[in-house]
């Protein structure tokens, strides 16, 4: 298979990173196929498509042309047959728990076409937790794109033991045609490359918070002011949602049984009131 092949996408999840990888693909000529067992996360999904890319149509960053070819590939539906039953490429954007994955995968290895790669846009689990739930494990990997995936330009593919080279290249090469620039990890790795760098961060910024040795909001200007950071750990975790640096957290402790990996004490107050950030109104700081 080459990336010639790729006519169309399925996006599995239609929440902030799904809806968005959704319209990249429509933009850059693919049909896609967005589904979520939420239908007020797919009204909301087709809600934002239809406000942003006339948008950008006024803003002068995009062509009439070109938003009416996105809009017309672009569809929106809760039935998984009908959203990847003829998807050459699968991207995979639920949340972020192993079960529920490894049983998407199950069901996307019987409903789409046998030549179709399947990817998944987890930031911290390898495809390797959930290949060997489908019959081709030679066709899943990991293809991260970054939060918010219509404006970052990053996307780290990540080629596990059981991915094949043709599987790899393919992914990297679709990463191109949509706009992005790739990064190809030859090996699984917890976290893969950025979200590493950038947990070993926000560890130590909520060790400092919750210590009392610093405020959130002074541990953020200290990071944007003296390292140059464009957003401090604590403003970023808001707008990528604190639930989901929680079910990371979890996720991590359940497979290490390391308690030093269980989410922090100030992360957990969040989550227990359902202060999740950007998404709630409500962080670590509030949102109008």
Do not use: W
């Amino acid at each position: 298979m080459k990336v010639e092949d790729i006519k169309q996408i399925c996006v599995i999840g239609a929440g902030n990173m799904g809806h968005q990888i959704a319209v990249c693909g429509a933009l850059a000529g693919y049909k896609v196929s967005c589904t979520d067992i939420s239908q007020d996360m797919l009204n909301k999904a087709e809600a934002f498509a239809n406000t942003y890319l006339p948008e950008r149509v006024a803003k002068g960053k995009l062509r009439q042309e070109q938003v009416d070819k996105a809009l017309a590939n672009l569809s929106f539906t809760k039935n998984l047959e009908e959203a990847a039953g003829a998807a050459d490429f699968v991207i995979e954007a639920a949340v972020e728990k192993i079960g529920i994955k490894r049983k998407l995968f199950a069901d996307l290895d019987r409903i789409t076409p046998p030549h179709a790669i399947l990817a998944t846009n987890s930031s911290f689990i390898v495809s390797s937790q959930v290949a060997d739930a489908t019959k081709r494990p030679d066709k899943v990997c990991n293809m991260h794109f970054f939060n918010p995936a219509l404006v970052m330009k990053l996307v780290e593919v990540v080629q596990g033991a059981h991915t094949s080279v043709e599987t790899a290249q393919v992914t990297m090469d679709l990463t191109a045609k949509l706009g992005k620039t790739g990064i190809l990890l030859k090996k699984e790795i917890y976290g893969f490359l950025v979200n590493r760098i950038l947990g070993a961060l926000n560890s130590e910024a909520l060790y400092l918070a919750d210590m009392g040795i610093a405020t959130t909001e002074e541990i953020d200007l200290a990071v944007t002011n003296a390292l140059g950071h464009p957003m401090g750990p604590f403003r970023l975790m808001d707008f990528t949602g604190i639930d989901l640096a929680y079910y990371i957290g979890m996720e991590r402790y359940q497979n290490t049984g390391d308690a030093t990996d269980k989410p922090s004490p100030l992360l957990v107050e969040k989550f227990t009131k359902g202060e999740y950030g950007v998404k709630a109104k409500k962080g670590f700081y509030l949102y109008e």
